[in-house]
């Protein structure tokens, strides 16, 4: 196996990777800031788990998240009808929040995370797979689901006191959303991505030289 060479983005030396597919987290020689993190199979896992949470994604938003009852009454609660309730009561800023953060971040995330390793998995790359990863790197801090769901919980205990609460399919497709992504979340390194999109331009490149010859 050829040697891989990468520039430490600490100190900017050079290292010399003469095993750069053995799993592990590799280290600069200088500095010991990390360089990246081969996992085996990352690809595949990745895929598989973000296309779980796609149709978790579709349960959550579908379904009911909770189901209040009090004095006889009932009525039901969902992602959609939070914000609007917000943007009823004038909260623009608030209901855009969390319109973005809950919804429109999450979704595109887990499209962009199917979109590139879908492509790996199946061997072809995405057109703008360069622009896809940077998004996806801007996208992550926003990623706020972990907070939304402790913000339920802490909800639910307060509202238990005045009625009866029934968690609905929604909020357990929520939960695990929630735990799929971080999962995922964890094993993602940009590293292998980029190595991919290196070697299949190189492909392309070598294959448009043999067909003008």
């Not at 990777?17 to 280290?27: A, D, E, L, V």
């Not at 199979?41 to 296309?51: D, F, H």
């Not at 998240?65 to 009932?74: C, E, R």
């Not at 009561?89 to 199917?114: C, K, M, Q, S």
Request: hydrophobic share 50%; net charge positive; glycine share 4%.
């Amino acid at each position: 196996m050829n040697p891989h060479y990468h520039v430490c983005h600490e100190c900017d030396t050079l290292n010399k990777i003469s095993t750069p597919n053995r799993p592990g987290r590799y280290k600069c020689a200088n500095c010991s800031a990390k360089l990246y993190t081969y996992k085996p199979a990352m690809n595949e896992r990745i895929y598989a788990l973000n296309l779980a949470a796609l149709f978790l994604f579709i349960l959550t938003n579908y379904f009911p998240f909770l189901s209040f009852h009090v004095a006889g009454s009932v009525s039901h609660a969902n992602f959609a009808t939070s914000i609007i309730y917000l943007y009823r009561d004038h909260e623009w800023l608030l209901g855009t929040a969390i319109l973005l953060t809950t919804i429109v971040f999450p979704l595109v995330r887990i499209l962009i995370y199917i979109i590139l390793f879908g492509s790996q998995f199946h061997n072809y790359l995405p057109r703008y797979a360069t622009h896809m990863i940077k998004i996806l790197n801007k996208l992550l801090p926003w990623g706020m689901l972990d907070v939304f769901f402790l913000a339920i919980l802490v909800s639910i205990v307060k509202l238990v006191k005045m009625g009866t609460i029934i968690p609905g399919t929604s909020l357990w497709a929520f939960i695990l959303m929630v735990f799929i992504l971080a999962w995922s979340q964890s094993m993602y390194d940009p590293h292998q991505v980029w190595e991919h999109i290196g070697r299949r331009r190189k492909a392309l490149q070598q294959k448009e030289k043999l067909a003008t010859i």
